[in-house]
Nanobody, 125 residues
Framework: VQLQASGGGLVQAGGSLRLSCTAS????????MGWYRQAPGKQRELVAV????????????KYADSVKGRFTISRDNAENTVYLQMNSLKPEDTAVYYC???????????????WGKGTLVTVSS
């Protein structure tokens, strides 16, 4: 299973970016998907996570307190893709953002954690 993230870049404070991450490979079911970030000299932290949901109900979400009201996570199960819309960006949002997915490769398989390579987001003041 591979996770390919894109959408990072340089933006001024107050600006917006949208990250995308698409999973490919031996996938029976994508369970929870999410975004984490790691700033220089700091540990990796959760940014947002979304579970699979159903055909009629979108997956439930969870956000770090620092991004609530500014970031929105969503997913397209048909495209095996998770998105992170980041608005009102601040310099402290500068970090490498990593995509995460919990993947089951068969109907009776437990989920396995996979990580993307990361995409750099730099917010200038």
């Amino acid at each position: 299973v591979q996770l390919q993230a894109s959408g990072g870049g340089l933006v001024q404070a107050g600006g917006s970016l949208r990250l995308s991450c698409t999973a490919s490979g031996s996938i029976f079911r994508l369970n929870a998907m999410g975004w984490y970030r790691q700033a220089p000299g700091k540990q990796r932290e959760l940014v947002a996570v979304i579970d699979r949901g159903t055909l009629l109900v979108a997956g439930s979400t969870k956000y770090a307190d620092s991004v609530k009201g500014r970031f929105t996570i969503s997913r397209d199960n048909a495209e095996n893709t998770v998105y992170l819309q980041m608005n009102s960006l601040k310099p402290e949002d500068t970090a490498v953002y990593y995509c995460h997915a919990d993947v089951s490769s068969g109907p009776y398989d437990y989920g396995v954690d996979y990580w993307g390579k990361g995409t750099l987001v730099t917010v200038s003041s």
